[in-house]
């Protein structure tokens, strides 16, 4: 879980100004992605590439005074309860009020840290109004002006100081990685779901209220969890009839939706099919990590046996998952089976694969330098800065004077310098363009 910060005080005090000037650069930038919340008291934030959730904890107050007094207490029971960090705001203009002497009673008594800031001050005069708060028996207080950003930035790089480590990796390699197996009837699915999940394992979560047949399997490798998102019940399945095959593609392609990495089994004795390309399109679509496996491999005869021209034509008619590592392999025999995970985990790593800010910007500036884009209308197309704003898969915002501007092919070598230099060749990725206001 990311740290997280509570604003506390009374209402108009400046707590929503300052909430939306903490997430303002990542909230325009996220609004148009779904999945990413959207409640305007409670939203992620990132200061000098330190993740944290802040709540505006105002936003869920009643600001009519007859109930302030009574709420005042679940509102500090629930930010206590939740929050790493507490922030106390003042109103500077308004000066003290009774509230501010109960809330600062109540805080004191915290084991938690609290930062304490005086809000609206915009010149030196109110500065010296400020004798009053001392009153209060804090030391220290960050004079502010959240409509203004004065002093923000400083009490920012105070806050990251005090919270509590975030390790992203370690929450990655804490959580399982999501497989689903999808391919044509017979291509070998439920043969490799044997294989990698073990013929006796559990069912270990048979979802309530979702398709009968979704079922999920678990295995532990080299210290991680997999999980097998089985839509289709491959693990149980019967004998396909030819008039349940379109559908029994469609079920298995439900558990793209759920995946973090997608296994794409193809028969390399009967070759590759339009249907395995357009199974390998959901994929992309999906926007989940991929791998090719070319199963029953040792059908081949010597001379078929041709590993180049087999992964030639399967990059030729699948350019769009080109980041898509392929391998060839037996489910039967469990020729090279046992490498498949240790790709996974190459794959997932990058999928959720977030990039410092810094190394981000350097990279565009770099590509932008060295080829630059064609004028438009004229006019010289500008990047001014680039910030990664999701993972599973990673997805950077570029902003630029003008984003229709972009062409197609500009837009792809920015992804391959991406892509090069990161690096995140085993992801996909995605880049938006953004009119910088
Ligand atoms: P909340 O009720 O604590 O969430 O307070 P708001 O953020 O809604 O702010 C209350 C009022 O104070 C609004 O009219 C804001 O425009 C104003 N305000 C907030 N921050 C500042 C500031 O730094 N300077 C000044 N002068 N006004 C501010
Ligand atoms: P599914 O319909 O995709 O789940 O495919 P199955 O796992 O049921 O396999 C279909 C048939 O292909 C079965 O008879 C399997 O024994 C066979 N099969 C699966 N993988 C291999 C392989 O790597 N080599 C060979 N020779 N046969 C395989």
């Known amino acids: 879980m990311k740290p997280v910060v509570a604003l506390l005080g009374r209402p108009n005090v400046g707590k929503s100004t300052l909430f939306n000037r903490i997430i303002r650069s990542r909230q325009a930038l996220v609004d148009d992605f779904p999945g990413v919340t959207r409640d305007r008291h409670y939203a992620d934030a990132q200061w000098n590439d330190i993740d944290f959730t802040v709540i505006d904890t105002g936003g869920f107050l009643s600001s009519d005074d007859d109930y302030f007094a009574s709420q005042i207490k679940e509102q500090l029971t629930a930010a206590a309860d939740q929050a790493d960090v507490l922030v106390f705001i003042l109103d500077g203009r308004a000066g003290l009020s009774p509230y501010d002497r109960e809330l600062a009673d109540f805080l004191r008594r915290m084991s938690k840290p609290v930062f304490y800031l005086v809000n609206k001050i915009e010149n030196y005069k109110q500065h010296d109004d400020l004798a009053e708060f001392y009153s209060l028996g804090i030391d220290h207080f960050y004079e502010i002006s959240a409509e203004h950003g004065i002093g923000v930035g400083d009490f920012l790089d105070d806050l990251i100081q005090t919270l509590p480590e975030y390790d992203q990796a370690q929450d990655e390699g804490e959580t399982p990685i999501r497989i689903a197996i999808v391919g044509r009837p017979n291509v070998g699915k439920s043969s490799l779901a044997n294989r990698l999940f073990g013929e006796q394992r559990v069912v270990v979560n ?22 097998l ?53 959901y994929a992309e679509d999906r926007g989940c990590g991929a791998m090719f496996l070319l199963n029953k491999w040792d059908l081949l005869d010597k001379e078929r046996k041709n590993v180049k021209k087999y992964m030639e034509d399967l990059r030729y008619k699948s350019k769009f998952l080109s980041y898509a590592p392929a391998m060839t392999i037996s489910a039967l025999t469990g020729q090279r089976c046992h490498k498949i995970l240790d790709e996974v985990v190459k794959i997932h790593k990058e999928y959720c694969n977030r990039i410092n ?22 006019k010289r197309l500008k990047f001014f800065y680039a910030t990664q704003v999701a993972t599973r898969p990673p997805c950077f915002v570029c902003f630029v004077n003008f984003p229709k501007a972009v062409h197609f092919s500009y837009e792809r070598y920015l992804l391959n310098q991406l892509r090069q230099m990161i690096p995140l060749s085993k992801t996909p990725i995605k880049l938006y363009f953004r009119e910088k206001t």
């Open 206 to 227: 048979e979802k309530a209220g979702t398709t009968r047949d979704a079922i999920e399997l678990s295995v532990e490798y080299k210290g991680r969890q997999f999980v």
């Open 229 to 281: 998102v089985d839509t289709a019940g491959i693990r149980r399945k019967g004998k396909v009839t030819q008039k349940l095959e379109k559908f029994s593609i469609l079920k298995s392609l439900k558990s793209l939706d759920d995946c973090d990495v997608a296994l794409i089994l193809i028969d390399s004795e009967e070759g590759i099919t339009d249907q395995d390309i357009t199974i390998a399109g």
């Open 357 to 378: 800010t810094g190394v981000l910007n350097r990279i565009i500036e770099d590509a932008v330098y060295r080829t630059e884009p064609s004028l438009y209308k004229g």
